[in-house]
């Protein structure tokens, strides 16, 4: 006997009304659950949120550039189950109206999370809960999906609606190693105040790269600004202003970032993190 | 003949820059002069002497949307025109038409003016990025706050901090502004391009 799997989707789409002003489109943005089915072991499991964003419009990733704002996940698990945080794959640049330049996701994108999910609290669900703002060159639009999932029935039903996320998972940042290339230089050139400084970062890599792009991750209440990536057969030099806009945050101790090395071919993306 | 070997190194530079100016706080407000749907024109420097609030918007991006349902900038521009704060909104939006900001004023019942600039030079001037962006301009004409209205983007925290509401006490109260910028948030200003 086919066990059901109970698979509770409370999806609930906030969506803001567009006005008279623009013409109103439908959802531009929808969320799904996706559940690899070959995980790893019997506790754990690999859940993701599918994105599916209409052509013309993007989501944002964890850090949005200069407008717009992050996709966030939030999970609650029941009680001696452990989640990791969420695992983005690399995003895109994009270029808003006005030339606002742009960090996120066009077309689709899943968005990760595993779980270890103990046998004795299976039955008990697990809470997702995704927001995020779509947007076009003309328009944004806030949502939202909620889920509930039991992490018995996903386990005892791999053929019900599971996908093989394995693709979304090498679209994750490695950690930068020996292996591709490394820091050699992070420094601060100089702080012009108690809030702007101005850095260095120099990559060396194993092979030569002709196209290499580096995406901060900003919390909010800092910028970017002067941002210069030059790369000269294997050695890349990135520079950039740093900026903390509230007197009230705590100057920035490291900076974590993905460095993207892209050819015709191919596009390998390493995350990092530096003091600053 | 010899062979030449000539080696060629590919440099690739990039460089990111928004296309619109940074402010600093402190420094002046680029003067300007904006029509508002009632025809009246309206130049910043006129109001030099006085705490000006520019509110960047777009009637139709949610995030301005909330903001108005909810009576956010109406509220403060109402309880600080008592003490002669003057709220100027601009729209750099490049589609949207005198009527329809006009319509809009209306049926939002604004006590402030909505001055178009549609061809975006004044918000590209102030580098206004999201609607709605806020600037606060002192008394002296100098830029005294850039950022976010407030510190809650998606609309549900109980706690979230007004940053135009706490400037506009501080400066009332001849106090230094504590938080003079944040990073703005809502939809990107849609400029012409």
């Given at each position: 006997m086919r066990?059901?799997?109970?698979?509770?989707?409370?999806?609930?789409?906030?969506?803001?009304?567009?006005?008279?002003?623009?013409?109103?489109?439908?959802?531009?943005?929808?969320?799904?659950?996706?559940?690899?089915?070959?995980?790893?072991?019997?506790?754990?499991?690999?859940?993701?949120?599918?994105?599916?964003?209409?052509?013309?419009?993007?989501?944002?990733?964890?850090?949005?550039?200069?407008?717009?704002?992050?996709?966030?996940?939030?999970?609650?698990?029941?009680?001696?189950?452990?989640?990791?945080?969420?695992?983005?794959?690399?995003?895109?640049?994009?270029?808003?109206?006005?030339?606002?330049?742009?960090?996120?996701?066009?077309?689709?994108?899943?968005?990760?999370?595993?779980?270890?999910?103990?046998?004795?609290?299976?039955?008990?669900?697990?809470?997702?809960?995704?927001?995020?703002?779509?947007?076009?060159?003309?328009?944004?639009?806030?949502?939202?999906?909620?889920?509930?999932?039991?992490?018995?029935?996903?386990?005892?039903?791999?053929?019900?609606?599971?996908?093989?996320?394995?693709?979304?998972?090498?679209?994750?940042?490695?950690?930068?190693?020996?292996?591709?290339?490394?820091?050699?230089?992070?420094?601060?050139?100089?702080?012009?105040?108690?809030?702007?400084?101005?850095?260095?970062?120099?990559?060396?890599?194993?092979?030569?790269?002709?196209?290499?792009?580096?995406?901060?991750?900003?919390?909010?209440?800092?910028?970017?600004?002067?941002?210069?990536?030059?790369?000269?057969?294997?050695?890349?030099?990135?520079?950039?202003?740093?900026?903390?806009?509230?007197?009230?945050?705590?100057?920035?101790?490291?900076?974590?970032?993905?460095?993207?090395?892209?050819?015709?071919?191919?596009?390998?993306?390493?995350?990092?993190?530096?003091?600053? | 003949m010899k062979g030449i070997i000539l080696a060629l190194f590919l440099t690739l530079t990039t460089s990111f820059a928004l296309a619109d100016t940074e402010l600093k706080i402190g420094t002046a407000a680029p003067d300007f002069e904006l029509v508002d749907t009632a025809g009246a024109k309206h130049k910043l420097s006129s109001y030099l002497g006085k705490i000006v609030v520019l509110e960047w918007t777009n009637p139709g991006c949610p995030f301005v949307k909330r903001h108005y349902r909810k009576g956010t900038m109406k509220d403060l521009a109402s309880t600080f025109s008592a003490q002669g704060v003057v709220w100027l909104t601009i729209n750099s939006t490049h589609y949207l038409k005198d009527e329809e900001l006009k319509q809009w004023s209306e049926e939002s019942k604004l006590s402030y003016p909505v001055l178009n600039d549609a061809d975006g030079k004044v918000g590209r001037a102030y580098g206004a990025k999201t609607t709605p962006h806020m600037f606060i301009v002192n008394k002296d004409g100098k830029v005294a706050y850039s950022g976010a209205i407030d510190s809650d983007p998606y609309g549900d925290e109980s706690d979230a901090r007004n940053y135009v509401n706490t400037a506009l006490k501080e400066i009332l109260s001849d106090k230094p502004v504590t938080v003079t910028e944040t990073t703005p948030y809502g939809c990107s200003v849609k400029y012409k391009s």
């Open positions: 066990i059901m799997f109970s698979l509770l989707v409370a999806a609930g789409l906030w969506l803001f009304n567009s006005p008279a002003i623009a013409e109103q489109e439908a959802p531009p943005i929808s969320a799904s659950i996706v559940v690899d089915p070959l995980e790893r072991s019997a506790d754990t499991l690999l859940i993701g949120i599918k994105f599916k964003i209409n052509p013309g419009w993007h989501i944002y990733w964890k850090y949005p550039g200069d407008s717009g704002l992050p996709t966030q996940v939030r999970v609650s698990v029941p009680k001696g189950s452990t989640v990791s945080e969420t695992l983005w794959p690399t995003p895109v640049r994009f270029t808003q109206a006005g030339g606002l330049q742009g960090i996120g996701y066009e077309g689709e994108v899943v968005l990760l999370n595993r779980f270890t999910v103990p046998a004795a609290v299976r039955k008990e669900p697990i809470k997702i809960q995704a927001r995020w703002v779509g947007c076009s060159q003309k328009i944004c639009v806030p949502g939202k999906a909620e889920f509930s999932l039991i992490a018995q029935d996903i386990l005892k039903n791999s053929a019900i609606t599971v996908a093989d996320l394995g693709p979304w998972e090498n679209k994750i940042a490695r950690a930068l190693t020996d292996n591709f290339g490394k820091v050699t230089t992070a420094a601060t050139l100089s702080n012009l105040n108690s809030k702007v400084s101005n850095h260095e970062l120099v990559f060396e890599w194993n092979k030569a790269a002709t196209q290499v792009d580096w995406l901060p991750v900003l919390p909010r209440n800092f910028k970017i600004s002067n941002l210069k990536i030059e790369t000269l057969g294997k050695k890349t030099v990135v520079n950039f202003q740093l900026e903390r806009l509230d007197s009230e945050s705590m100057n920035l101790k490291e900076l974590e970032g993905e460095v993207i090395i892209s050819s015709a071919s191919s596009r390998h993306s390493y995350s990092h993190k530096f003091n600053l | -």
